[in-house]
């Protein structure tokens, strides 16, 4: 099984400030590696994917890179409705056994 | 516009089964394949099984294997689960994913989830 590993589990930035989420996979995804959006009391959705391209509905202030086993989320800039927890996810198994990273909160 | 609803959940005893559905509309159900992501309370997100558009593959975690079972009706647009031999740390609110066009395991659209307690 790939492991993913996010970090931080919590990070706490002001609006206007930069973010950067990292993820880590246990071994190569290549760059089948996306990235999921969940507010309290919603399903998640999927930001990224490819690890850099973004999915239909999110700003360009997201933005994705990495690939093989690191990867980076970044916010340029952020708005009060980006504060939610952010997922990694690799879905480069086959047979599929996709795995998720543990979450990283995104605070004020 | 893409909907999946699911539905089945509550609550059951440690041992025991229960049955989820969800059901899609919105886009050619028997092209694309799907999958049940849990997400135990106040935890994060853990892919649970995924079936082939057709339903003859399916896929399961090593958490579940041997105790659930999914499966889908195309003529009805609705993807199951079947859960048995429940157990506590089984509690999680189970959300249906359908696959990107093309790109197995990559979710582009998700429920709203059912919620499973295993509790006696």
């Known amino acids: 099984e790939i492991v993913m590993t996010q970090s931080p589990a919590t990070l706490s930035v002001s609006p206007g400030e930069r973010a950067t989420l990292s993820c880590r996979a246990s071994?190569?995804?290549?760059?089948?590696l996306a990235w999921y959006q969940q507010k309290p009391g919603q399903a998640p959705r999927l930001l990224m994917y490819?690890?850099?391209t973004r999915a239909t509905g999110f700003p360009a202030r997201f933005s994705g890179s990495g690939s093989g086993t690191e990867f980076t989320l970044t916010i340029s800039s952020l708005q009060s409705e980006d504060f939610a927890v952010y997922y990694c996810?690799?879905?480069?198994?086959?047979?599929?056994?996709?795995?998720f990273g543990q979450g990283t909160k995104l605070e004020i | 516009e893409v909907q999946l609803l699911e539905s089945g959940g509550g609550l059951v005893q440690p041992g025991g089964s229960l049955r989820l559905s969800c059901e899609a509309s919105?886009?050619?159900?028997?092209?694309?394949?799907l999958s049940w992501v849990r997400q135990a309370p106040g935890k994060g997100l853990e892919w649970v099984s995924a079936?082939?558009?057709?339903?003859?593959?399916?896929y399961y975690a090593d958490s579940v294997k041997g105790r659930f079972a999914i499966s889908r009706d195309n003529s009805m647009s609705t993807l199951y689960l079947q859960m048995s031999s429940l157990r506590a740390e089984d509690t999680a609110l189970y959300y249906c994913?359908?696959?990107?066009?093309?790109?197995?395991?990559?979710?582009?659209?998700w429920g709203q989830g059912t919620m499973v307690t295993v509790s006696s």
């Open positions: 994913a359908k696959d990107t066009p093309g790109v197995l395991g990559l979710f582009d659209n």
């Open positions: 919105g886009f050619i159900f028997s092209t694309y394949a």
């Open positions: 079936i082939g558009a057709r339903g003859g593959d399916t």
């Open positions: 071994q190569s995804v290549s760059t089948n």
């Open positions: 490819g690890a850099s």
């Open positions: 996810q690799q879905y480069n198994n086959w047979p599929p056994l996709y795995t």
